[in-house]
């Protein structure tokens, strides 16, 4: 799993939930630096047999022709380019990934598809609150479609699931299906069938591993990456 910057210069961090939830599914996580040289990207993917790539700040909006939205956080430029170099490695070797929230996002640009920079100005019938608001733990409905690969892993047509972004997938990029949505039509999953496991979330499932429905997709990935369906 991919790793985050910290708040405190000079150090990377990985949230524990993240840990927790992969070791909970059967897998064991471990944790990839983006300060290392990009170069290093094919011998680290040798050792690995499925990818995760965490939550964390805004991608540059120049990947899909925009200027910075003035509520952006911004994403420490070598976390973007090690990270866009480390999913075309593991999208080129079919291995199983899995995106949550940023890496969701990444998943989409990589793609070639956009992502809406800020919620609230986004014009939509019922909308809601995706940021976190003052509840400790916002949530809201997502409705799932069953015939899908995200859908069969959980089980159910909807869920409640955790909310603590301001940006989603816009126009999606080639080759991806929404499979998920809020009630206010944001984006919330979206996947890529056509390989052994590409999917991306944009809620928090590692926040709700005692669930067994958020569980279920770490258990997704790891029972894809113990296969060996890479390969």
């Known amino acids: 799993m991919t790793m985050d910057t910290a708040s405190r210069a000079g150090r990377l961090e990985v949230g524990e939930d993240y840990v927790v939830s992969i070791e909970k599914a059967g897998g064991m996580p471990l944790a990839i630096p983006f300060t290392l040289d990009r170069g290093l990207i094919p011998q680290i993917v040798d050792q690995l047999e499925g990818m995760l790539f965490i939550g964390g700040d805004d991608l540059d909006p120049a990947l899909w022709g925009e ?132 999917v991306a979330i944009q809620w928090h499932p590692e926040r709700l591993n005692d669930r067994e429905e958020h569980l279920a997709l770490f258990r997704l990935l790891v029972d894809k990456a113990r296969c060996g369906e890479a390969r």
Not at 153 to 158: E, M, V, Y
Request: glycine fraction near 8%; proline fraction near 6%.
């Open 67 to 198: 200027a910075w939205h003035p509520q952006a956080i911004r994403i420490d430029p070598r976390r973007q380019q090690f990270e866009l170099a480390l999913l075309a490695e593991v999208e080129r070797r079919r291995m199983p990934t899995m995106g949550i929230c940023l890496g969701s996002q990444l998943m989409n640009v990589h793609r070639g598809g956009s992502l809406h920079q800020f919620l609230p100005d986004l014009k939509r019938e019922n909308a809601i609150e995706h940021r976190k608001a003052e509840r400790e733990r916002p949530e809201h409905p997502v409705e799932i479609e069953l015939d899908s690969v995200v859908g069969r892993a959980i089980g159910k047509g909807q869920i409640v699931a955790n909310t603590y972004h301001k940006q989603a997938a816009s126009r999606m990029g080639r080759g991806l299906r929404v499979v998920a949505r809020a009630p206010d039509g944001v984006i919330e999953a979206f996947e890529d069938a056509s390989l052994p496991l590409f």
